[in-house]
């Protein structure tokens, strides 16, 4: 064992193991347990009507389905019909399927249109308006997930999501501080602002949201499935409200798109089998590639956030990232080298390059130079009495999206353009420098971070989880489950435990507020990490199969565990 490892063992390990005791344990609230059940989102009310399909005998996918159109009324931050996901599934019977819902550039995009004469990105031109938009896919995709691999009537499942929009519901704080995040930008837009505005001002907790307009788009789904959204009046309205607003999606956009159903990425971590989101996804793929790299150190010895453990997983997010920026794309347009990024052997060779007692250099580590060859979102997790799993993911991108929607419709338009590379070298919204895999081509579905991901032991679902938040979705997902299956932490701690996360560049670690003690971060300070303060809160949904923890005992005939994530205050766990 090197002597900086001896050293830190030493100075540190017993005071992280005693903050991870009090920072994470004794500050979390008991996971929601349930008999027969769970669902766990992002708004309390879509939760509601996830467990009212269960327990009206619809599988967990009919759930998955009437959660998707609910939440496009309650939670409209990212909740959508004008934006696109993937749905990862395991069904009872052992079968594993992924859904690519991701919106794709109108035919008419080119790989330099947020570029200036001069070659300069235009500022906001890919993040608000309507030429920031790309073919929305949440409907098609919602929609093949139910015809597929449900039960239930389509209008049976979309009643809820219709009621809440024609009738309305009441908003409590969590629904206003959403609204809030966006005020000025409903200003802005008619009829955004004539929706999302309350006569000109803010809505206040205890008025109610109506969406007359998302009601009658809502209707037209429930009774003529796709064809109500990508055709007649509302495939015209998005067409239209596109040309107006100098955008360019045309009716042979919404002709053309279909979802894809692709195979999960799948890997393996200290015994557990991992079942998660391929390309145009990047998540599966770099969870998997961290988790490879992490699994050759002995984290549970060294303590939850021990200088050491924190030290190696920032190093292995940092080299993954490399990958995930610089390789990765649409499976239609880019060949990604999944089996060298996916392979024990390639972690072996990162785990080697990771300096034990030095943090690494982000410019340093390219595309190139060894081992690395040359070259919001709202999340649901779901599982149903019979064992079948559904892990959702799907966005707007920012918050509301592009921040105007299709005159007439109620459906907000998403900016996922933006999730392109505008320019190489240029960061996105979210920070991420990406290279030539992921340039705008007709068609084409732009990189994702969103990781709908389902945990599994013997074959058989143990943990689905999944959050929003950008590219810090990866690692989010990743700790949550780092915490789970090292550290022993029940569904709950592992959700709310203090988070840290590191993307290649910028440079620097972002750190949440009580994730490192001051003694850790000391030491890794004076090992080369540089450190800056939270990015915006993720917000994890995540369920555990059988017991509270991986390996512990269940509570009483309760065989379903969930957590919602308190760093929001809308979302709920509810079983039955």
Known sequence: MPSFVLHLRTVVVATAVTFSLGAAHAASQAPIAAENGMVVTAQHLATRVGVDVLKDGGNAVDAAVAVGYALAVVYPAAGNLGGGGFMTIQLADGRKTF???REKAPLAATANMYLDKDGNVIKGASTT???????????????????KYGTMKRAQLLAPAIRYAEDGFVLDQGDVDMLLTSTDDFGKDAATGAIFLNRGEP??????LVQKDLARTL????????????KGPVGAAIVASSQAGKGIITQADLDQYKTRELKPVECSYRGYGIVSAPPPSSGGVIICEILNILEGYPLKDWGFRSAQAVHVQIEAMRHSYVDRNSYLGDPDFVQNPLERLLSKDYAAKIRAAIDPGKAGVSRDIKPGVAPHEGSNTTHYSIVDRQGNAVSVTYTLNDWFGAKVMANGTGVLLNDEMDDFTAKIGVPNLYGLVQGEANKIEPGKRPLSSMSPTIVTQDGKP???VGTPGGSRIITAVLHTIVNAIDYGMNVQEAVDAPKFHQQWLPETTNVENFALSPDTRRILEGMGHKFAGPQPANHLAAILVGAPSLGGKPVGKNRYYGANDPRRNSGLALGY
Not at 203 to 208: C, L, M, S, Y
Not at 219 to 230: L, P, S
């Open 462 to 464: 143990v943990m689905v």
């Open 219 to 230: 209707k037209r789904i429930a009774e003529q499935g796709e064809a109500g959204f990508y």
């Open 129 to 147: 308006g309507h030429l920031a938009v790309g073919v929305p896919g949440t409907v098609s995709g919602l929609e093949l997930a139910l015809s």
């Open 203 to 208: 809505f206040q907790v205890g008025q109610r």
């Open 99 to 101: 859904l690519d819902f």
